[in-house]
Each structure stands twice: as structure tokens, then as C-alpha cells.
């Protein structure tokens, strides 16, 4: 069973930056897919960004597009989420997903296993 983690939210001032982690345990298959998405109060899950297991292909939100950076380590089981040029609509709890597969989605039933979630508040 996998297990993730998230860790980096926090209160931010417009125009600030964070730098979310998802750390990943238990994983027993060698071929996967994360995703991060958000939930902001009275909406619905949405997705943002999403790498492969290899990081040589990424898909963004157009929202966040040019802002937000996915990345990954391997070696550290670890995925990361940069944000820059924060707003405040950028404000919702964010998670990350994975999934096994080798192609990323930006389909919420497309993910195995979900974290608990990072809330990210951004000030105006």
C-alpha cells in the first residue's frame, strides 16, 4: 500500500513563493505517475500538475501554467510542487495522487492512492 505524505503548505503573501514535497512509501511497482491537485472551500478537487516516474514529461494546469514547477527525486521517493507569483486563489488544500501508470492524467479517478492533504493560504 502506498503511502503519501505532503509537507511545505503554509500562509503566504500574494506574490510569495512554497515549495510543497510529497514524500512516497511502500511503493512496490516501478512504473507510476504523480499528480498534484487542490480543493479549495465549496469546490471541487481540480487538478494542477503531474510528472512521470522518469520527470520527462509533465502536464500543468493552464491556471498555473508558468508559475508552478513539478519535479521529482527518485532517489529521495520524493515529488515536489514549486510555486511562485502566489494569488489568492491559489488559497485550497493541496494533494498529491499516483498512480500506476506510465502516462500522467489529469483525471481524478485515474489515481490509486491520494495523501491527506497540505493547506496553502495566500494573502492579499
Known amino acids: 500500500q502506498v503511502q503519501l505524505v505532503e509537507s511545505g503548505g503554509g500562509l503566504v503573501q500574494a506574490g510569495g513563493s512554497l515549495r510543497l514535497s510529497c514524500a512516497a512509501s511502500?511503493?512496490?511497482?516501478?512504473?507510476?505517475?504523480t499528480g498534484w491537485f487542490r480543493q479549495a472551500p465549496g469546490k471541487e478537487r481540480e487538478f494542477v500538475a503531474a510528472?512521470?516516474?522518469?520527470?520527462?514529461?509533465?502536464d500543468y494546469a493552464d491556471s498555473v501554467k508558468g508559475r508552478f514547477t513539478i519535479s521529482r527525486d527518485n532517489a529521495k521517493n520524493t515529488v515536489y510542487l514549486q510555486m511562485i507569483s502566489l494569488k489568492p486563489e491559489d488559497t485550497a488544500v493541496y494533494y498529491c495522487?499516483?498512480?500506476?501508470?506510465?502516462?500522467?492524467?489529469?483525471?481524478?479517478?485515474?489515481?490509486?492512492?491520494w495523501g491527506q492533504g497540505t493547506q496553502v493560504t495566500v494573502s492579499s
Open positions: 495522487a499516483e498512480r500506476r501508470s506510465a502516462y500522467v492524467t489529469r483525471a481524478r479517478h485515474g489515481y490509486d492512492y
Open positions: 511502500g511503493r512496490t511497482f516501478s512504473t507510476y505517475s
Open positions: 510528472i512521470t516516474w522518469s520527470g520527462t514529461s509533465t
